[in-house]
């Protein structure tokens, strides 16, 4: 067990430690390990963290020798038994575009197989993501159909985003696999977003259908007419983060992406 603990020490945490064990007469501080074994055990089992709150070490059943230094103990599984993950995509998001004529002009949209749908549905404090879809067409030409229309009725300040793989290849919808790869990603899509706070989906499909295997996906934000690369992502997309990932049953994601280094 205690091979796969990463321990992280802080004076900031030491300090506070040493005052509280001044103020409360104590002699000595230690961790009842037993009282945690089984909830450790549990929580390795499941692939998760344990973060032991630090209150919570402060107990006068003291039966180990006193320890001088008091590390905040997160306990990870082996990465060795984590799933590989065999699929990992960059999609590339370029908008957004106020209205479906707007998209159609911009240039390259026709390889795009993924598409958003951004706005306010009623009694929604801010906008948000509110559907997720793929399409084999040009998503301006999805996004007309009379069903799709009847679908976003609802939607005020629409706005919408048209992604795709960044291994052009990828993009194309008519063979199985192709086919396959986009609901993975729409699928990892909906899933995530629908449990997110605050965002209220439309989608009716996938809201609980989690992905089959593992997946990652990394977010690119292009300008809505030029490739150029956004620094900032725009707040309404806020839910979406820029590295999502679905591995045994749990997500994991990072937000955002920063250009840390530039060799030009």
Same mark, same amino acid.
């Given at each position: =067990?205690?091979?796969?603990?990463? $321990?992280i020490f802080s004076r900031f945490?030491?300090?506070?430690?040493?005052?509280?064990?001044? +103020?409360?007469?104590?002699?000595?501080?230690?961790? +009842?390990?037993?009282?945690?074994?089984?909830?450790?055990?549990?929580?390795?089992?499941?692939?998760?963290?344990?973060?032991?709150?630090?209150?919570?070490?402060?107990?006068?059943?003291?039966?180990?020798?006193?320890?001088?230094?008091?590390?905040?103990?997160?306990?990870?599984?082996?990465?060795?038994? =984590?799933?590989?993950?065999?699929?990992?995509?960059?999609?590339? $998001?370029? %908008?957004?575009?106020?209205?479906?004529?707007?998209?159609?002009?911009?240039?390259?949209?026709?390889?795009?197989?993924?598409?958003?749908?951004?706005?306010?549905?009623?009694?929604?404090?801010?906008?948000?993501?509110?559907?997720?879809?793929?399409?084999?067409?040009?998503?301006?030409?999805?996004?007309?159909?009379?069903?799709?229309?009847?679908?976003?009725?609802?939607?005020?300040?629409?706005?919408?985003?048209? %992604?795709?793989?960044?291994?052009?290849?990828?993009?194309?919808?008519?063979?199985?696999?192709?086919?396959?790869?986009?609901?993975?990603?729409?699928?990892?899509?909906?899933?995530?977003?629908?449990?997110?706070?605050?965002?209220? =989906?439309?989608?009716?499909?996938?809201?609980?259908?989690?992905?089959?295997?593992?997946?990652?996906?990394?977010?690119? $934000?292009?300008?809505?007419?030029?490739?150029?690369?956004?620094?900032?992502?725009?707040?309404?997309?806020?839910?979406?983060?820029?590295?999502?990932?679905?591995?045994?049953?749990?997500?994991?994601?990072?937000d955002k992406m920063r250009n840390?280094?530039?060799?030009?």
């Amino acid at each position: =067990m205690f091979s796969s603990a990463v $321990w992280i020490f802080s004076r900031f945490f030491r300090s506070r430690i040493a005052n509280k064990i001044k +103020k409360s007469s104590m002699s000595a501080l230690q961790i +009842k390990v037993a009282r945690y074994q089984s909830i450790i055990t549990s929580r390795l089992n499941r692939k998760t963290a344990v973060i032991i709150p630090m209150k919570q070490l402060f107990t006068e059943d003291l039966t180990l020798p006193y320890i001088s230094t008091i590390p905040i103990c997160i306990f990870l599984n082996s990465i060795n038994n =984590m799933s590989e993950i065999k699929e990992v995509y960059v999609i590339e $998001w370029m %908008g957004p575009y106020n209205s479906l004529d707007e998209m159609y002009e911009r240039e390259g949209i026709d390889s795009c197989c993924i598409y958003l749908i951004t706005g306010r549905l009623p009694y929604d404090r801010r906008p948000s993501i509110k559907y997720v879809g793929i399409t084999k067409r040009p998503p301006s030409k999805r996004l007309k159909d009379k069903d799709h229309q009847e679908k976003q009725k609802d939607i005020k300040e629409k706005q919408f985003w048209a %992604g795709r793989f960044s291994v052009s290849r990828y993009n194309n919808l008519d063979s199985p696999s192709g086919r396959c790869r986009a609901e993975a990603v729409e699928t990892l899509l909906i899933r995530y977003l629908t449990n997110m706070p605050g965002v209220r =989906m439309i989608n009716e499909k996938k809201r609980y259908q989690d992905p089959r295997r593992p997946i990652a996906i990394i977010s690119r $934000w292009k300008k809505k007419l030029t490739d150029d690369q956004r620094y900032n992502k725009p707040s309404i997309l806020s839910s979406l983060p820029d590295t999502l990932m679905y591995v045994d049953g749990d997500f994991y994601s990072c937000d955002k992406m920063r250009n840390t280094l530039c060799t030009n």
